[in-house]
């Protein structure tokens, strides 16, 4: 996915809810420089943004079952990263199943001209 500095861009994580099936937890995840850090977990306490450079930036829609797909909004650079959606079920017998799928985004400059009024004195 590619997303436009301080545009917003949408990663999408779907499935097809299933009867028996309950959602347990939703966990979305970034990869960058090697490590790994939580963003956003949703769970039976409710939302929660665990990163704090995406707190009021990133959202997963409530009302739409079987959609968790990850709303970012004014990207910044280093949002640049593989983005991981991670979803855990649990069935009517107690199990948990796990899916998760992984996102690439690569946040770009707009290569378009600045206009005048954006252009920076040269130092």
């Known amino acids: 996915v590619k997303g436009t500095w301080m545009g917003s861009t949408t990663l999408p994580c779907t499935y097809m809810p299933s009867e028996g099936?309950?959602?347990?937890?939703?966990?979305w995840s970034v990869e960058r420089d090697y490590s790994t850090s939580t963003i956003f977990r949703?769970?039976?306490?409710?939302?929660?943004?665990?990163?704090s450079q995406f707190r009021d930036?990133?959202?997963?829609?409530?009302?739409s079952p079987g959609d968790a797909s990850l709303l970012i909004e004014n990207l910044e650079i280093p949002d640049s990263g593989h983005y991981t959606c991670q979803v855990i079920w649990r069935s009517k017998n107690n199990s948990l199943i796990t899916k998760e799928v992984t996102t690439t985004v690569k946040v770009i400059k707009d290569t378009r001209p600045p206009s005048a009024a954006w252009q920076l004195p040269k130092s």
């Open 21 to 27: 099936f309950t959602q347990q937890t939703l966990v």
């Open 42 to 51: 949703r769970d039976d306490s409710g939302d929660h943004v665990l990163l």
């Open 57 to 63: 930036r990133v959202s997963v829609p409530k009302h």
